[in-house]
């Protein structure tokens, strides 16, 4: 393989901003952390021999036997809702589904090679997988932490589940609304439930384990959004602060605050401020006011939290985060485990040059080799400052720091003075 040219000039070289991340956002810290560092340094040391061997047009060695530290697990892609403003949209209910005994076998792979945590998420509505429950308990058993993203339609089956968790486990329920009119409007159940019925099963969640953390969670959408041009989606922005009442008075930890992303031709998921270029400051005055007044609502028990995606669209400074390194370094530790196979970012879930392998990819040791090997390759063939040009990528951090330990070995001493509290969602 030929030499490939590095970005090396870190962003703040060109005056870049940085919002102040929440911890649980600052994903350069979490891999600070000792439980992740040894990886890190050994990831940073592996990659220097890469770009030794090629100057010096020697064998390149390849990349070893690791699991990721955290995935993504799309449990499914069926979904009983038809939100507008789904982003996997173009990858829902492909009729595709796991083996489940493959399934539980691949986890137990990577397990032993360095999974510290599953996040069951998108790309279809985890609760509706046959085998939820069961899963949930079998990560646990081995040894994983465990969080859920949900539509909020069967949260019989997480209260099934819940005692189960630990207080470092979380759930996350996707509702985006703050009256069931706009509930119904922006998700489309397939089947009747409605926003107040859904928000009646947290203090039962709670009761029965108050452990793990849960959040209600917000898209925040305005007129003249659109998922793809010519489908508008429902607003919402009207609603933040009631949602934040909503989700205190129903007993949720907090509520987060996300600004609306669209895919790209390509296939990226990225903010889009071009759309609705005409309201933008409009619309970003319209958020910051109803941020400032939900936050009057935060209490000792009850969290009113914006996304880093929020902070970079109100300051203007998003752009400054669409500039990646040309190798995204965090496809190491975060993939995205699909029935449609394996991707390397959960925003680039379902495209093609994303793809590191298919749902049996962690299986065996075998199969786990060779991800790894093709996990390799794909940190040169996929070209992180081009193909990321437009995401606001919330590893941006991360990668840039990576990119810094390759170059500088010295940047080991400031990695072990930090400490982390054993958050292991990547
Ligand atoms: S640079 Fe960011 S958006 Fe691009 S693949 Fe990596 S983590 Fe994903």
Known sequence: MQPQPEPTAPPEAEGAVHPVLTPVHDFARKLKQAAFLPRV??????????????ATVRPEPAMPAWAPFSINLDLTTACNFACDHCVDWD??????SYDDARLRASLATMARHGLRSVILIGGGEPTVYPGFVSMVRT?????LHVAVVSNGSRNERILEVVDALDERDWIRLSLDAGTDATFQAMHKPKKKVDLDEICAWIPKIRERNPAPRVGFSFIVTWQ????????PIVENLGEIVEAARRARDARFDYISFKPFLVRTPEGAEVIDPEASRERHREVVAGIRGALDEAKTLATDTFAVIESTNMKLLESGEWKAWTRQPRTCHMQVFRQVLSPLGLWNCPAHRGVEDGRLGDLDAFVDEAHLARTARETGRALDRFDASERCREVTCLYHDANWWLERLIEDPGQRGQAEAEAMDGDFFL
């Open 41 to 54: 340094r050994e990831y940073a040391a592996w990659r220097r021999a890469v770009l030794d061997a090629r």
């Open 91 to 96: 990858i829902l209910n492909r009729g595709v």
């Open 139 to 143: 990560l646990k058993a081995i040894g």
């Open 224 to 231: 003249g959004a659109e998922r793809v041009a010519g489908v």
